[in-house]
């Protein structure tokens, strides 16, 4: 399989790796300039060239990852017998320079109710380097946000007469924002989502009036203050203010937008 190949499989998989590329030769190595590997916490996928070359690329990605490090780095690399890394010499007697490309996993997002807000908040979402989940029990609404034009997000589409039972099969970590056309729908969504561990942060739709009486109801379900105090609602910027749908999804996306990991500047540039 080729390194797209792996990388893409990774990304599916939502395991983080890092892509190394050899993009300079001075003298003599084992491998060309452009050769190109990736590794994840516990594999390798192609060389580079073996010995302590790969070796200490592979050491410094596997600390990458381990530190959430997203922006790429370079290291350059002398081998001869004068130039010992951890891992020995390698005598090959020329340098190479390689650049390690984070490839993160990225944010997960699940929007349930795809009406008016909800389509809006699709188009600007879309355009985000994310795992997009769409549900809606009106399959009409499903086929409006497929004819959205598509960018960077990976979009996936989910017709469910029961949304609170989709909630189990999302990825660890996803952004839940409910705002579905049915107030039962949403309370359901609510409830199911306080017991559903490892997600990230639970945003509700409406107005305070509404909110005051679903934490009344999910207290009667059983929850307690802490767990209900989770749930962002109303949702979005409090300092954007207006009714109309896509002023609503602008606030909304910009507050979420707030809550994914920045970039971590990397310790060897």
Do not use: Y
């Not at 309370?187 to 009486?213: E, H, M, V, Y």
Request: charged letters at 20%; hydrophobic letters at 40%.
């Amino acid at each position: 399989m080729t390194w797209l190949g792996d990388a893409a499989r990774l990304r599916r998989d939502r395991r983080p790796a890092v892509l190394i590329t050899q993009v300079g030769v001075r003298g003599h190595a084992p491998r060309e300039a452009g050769a190109k590997m990736i590794a994840s916490a516990d594999r390798e996928f192609g060389t580079i060239g073996g010995g302590n070359l790969e070796l200490t690329a592979i050491d410094r990605a596997r600390t990458m990852i381990r530190g959430g490090v997203t922006v790429p780095e370079t290291l350059t690399l002398r081998l001869n017998d004068k130039a010992r890394t951890e891992h020995g010499r390698q005598c090959c007697g020329g340098e190479v320079v390689i650049v390690l490309e984070p490839l993160p996993v990225v944010p997960a997002v699940a929007i349930f109710g795809i009406g008016h807000v909800g389509l809006e908040l699709t188009r600007i979402l879309s355009r985000q380097d994310i795992e997009l989940h769409l549900t809606d029990s009106r399959p009409e609404q499903l086929t409006a946000a497929a004819q959205i034009e598509p960018g960077e997000a990976t979009v996936h589409l989910r017709h469910s007469m029961l949304p609170e039972s989709v909630l189990e099969e999302l990825p660890a970590g996803t952004h839940v924002l409910i705002m579905t056309h049915d107030h039962a729908e949403d309370f359901n969504l609510c409830d199911q989502a306080l017991r559903t561990p490892g997600l990230g942060s639970i945003g509700l739709i409406g107005s305070s009036a509404k909110w005051t009486r679903f934490r009344a109801m999910l207290a009667e379900a059983g929850h307690d203050a802490e767990a209900i105090g989770t749930i962002q609602s109303p949702i979005g910027l409090s300092t954007l203010v207006g009714k109309h749908p896509a002023t609503i999804a602008v606030s909304v996306a910009a507050d979420l937008l707030a809550r994914f990991p920045t970039s971590v500047p990397g310790e060897h540039t």
